[in-house]
């Protein structure tokens, strides 16, 4: 069975920085695309960025531009998400989410059970 595993949560200040991972398993990590999405509290799911197969493309939410980095590590079937100055209003639960295919298209298949980030002084 698939697993997505999230780490790296937990409580930072304004203005602070986090890198989260998603540890993967159970099928070929290097064959497809990724995702990171989150929900803040009481609101609705958010995606946040998302990488292609091999990381040669990436994409990004407009809130999350120039302050937030995606990567992959194909060796280690691992996804990162660097997160750099963070505001309060980005404290949510943030899921690593895989796709059905080589890129990403929105056609997310397995998620992870998430981890929370709280961004609060």
């Known amino acids: 069975e698939v697993q997505l595993v999230e780490s790296g949560g937990g409580l930072v200040q304004p203005g602070g920085s986090l890198r989260l991972s998603c540890k993967t398993s159970?099928?070929?990590?290097?064959?497809?695309?990724m995702n990171w999405v989150r929900q803040a509290p009481g609101k609705g799911l958010e995606w946040v960025s998302g990488?292609?197969?091999?990381?040669?493309?990436?994409s990004y939410g407009d809130s999350v531009k120039d302050r937030f980095t995606i990567s992959r590590d194909d060796a280690e079937n691992t996804l990162y998400l660097q997160m750099s100055s963070l505001k309060p209003e980005e404290t949510a639960v943030y899921y690593c989410a895989k796709e059905r295919n080589w890129a990403v298209q929105g056609g997310v298949d397995y998620w992870g059970k998430g981890t929370l980030v709280t961004v609060s002084s």
């Open positions: 990488i292609n197969m091999g990381g040669g493309s990436t």
């Open positions: 159970e099928f070929t990590f290097s064959n497809y695309a």
